[in-house]
């Protein structure tokens, strides 16, 4: 089955860098997401990693380590509405639903 | 703005009764997908269809059941509610061309009294 692990919570002030940890483990891998979810609202999509290494995309990067089974996502040049829970998921062995972490709480600030 | 829309934003409802949410998929997306969220579980898959069948099954309460429609929306219903069932409950949809990604619509809030 699948399982996934991020820290809780972490806390960072603005126009810091953070760094967001997500371990995995997975019948057969089939790549790795990260969403962002402010309280109360929908997910939104941030980023799909399918291969190794780092995929830039503004201030937001993604780093995907198949062999490690590790994922991270970094933030860069924080700012206060960035504060938002950051979800690790990965597919479900069919491939029909996302399986998702619990979450990372972010919370920054000034 | 995911392009996913659900119907109503909020609802109260008592123990025993049944309620139904509604979707509204992207344009063109023909995949449908339900998901709960509480507070202590994360988000939970619960339900996916796929221009109008069902295509797979997460865990989902014999008390709730979906449907999607001929013109892609979707209803998910739940009935003989229990406090248990207060939840966030979204509905996502994707693209047949790029089917990982998955768009959320803003999610219904649903409170049992």
């Known amino acids: 089955g699948q399982n996934i692990d991020q820290p809780t919570e972490m806390t960072a002030t603005e126009g810091a860098i953070v760094q967001i940890n997500c371990t995995y483990q997975?019948?057969?891998?089939?790549?790795l997401f990260w969403y962002q979810q402010h309280a109360g609202e929908a997910p939104t999509f941030l980023s799909y990693n399918v291969l190794d290494g780092l995929e830039e995309k503004g201030r937001f990067s993604s780093f995907l380590s198949r062999s490690k089974g590790y994922s991270y996502l970094l933030l860069k040049e924080l700012q206060m509405k960035d504060s938002a829970s950051y979800l690790c998921?990965?597919?479900?062995?069919?491939?029909?639903?996302?399986?998702f972490g619990k979450g990372t709480t972010l919370s920054v600030s000034s | 703005d995911s392009g996913v829309t659900q119907t109503p934003k909020h609802l109260i409802t008592a123990t025993g009764q049944r309620v139904t949410l509604r979707c509204s998929p992207r344009s063109g997306d023909l995949s449908v997908y339900w998901y709960q969220q509480s507070l202590d579980q994360g988000l939970q898959f619960l339900i996916q269809y796929y221009n109008g069948e069902e295509r797979a099954k997460g865990n989902i309460l014999e008390r709730f059941s979906a449907q999607q429609f001929p013109d892609l929306h979707s209803e998910l219903n739940l009935s003989s509610l229990e406090l248990g069932d207060s939840a966030l409950y979204f509905c996502a949809s994707s693209d047949e061309n790029r089917e990982e990604t998955q768009y959320f619509g803003p999610g219904t809030r649903l409170l049992v009294l």
């Open positions: 997975t019948s057969g891998f089939n790549g």
């Open positions: 998921a990965v597919p479900n062995q069919a491939g029909t639903a996302l399986i």
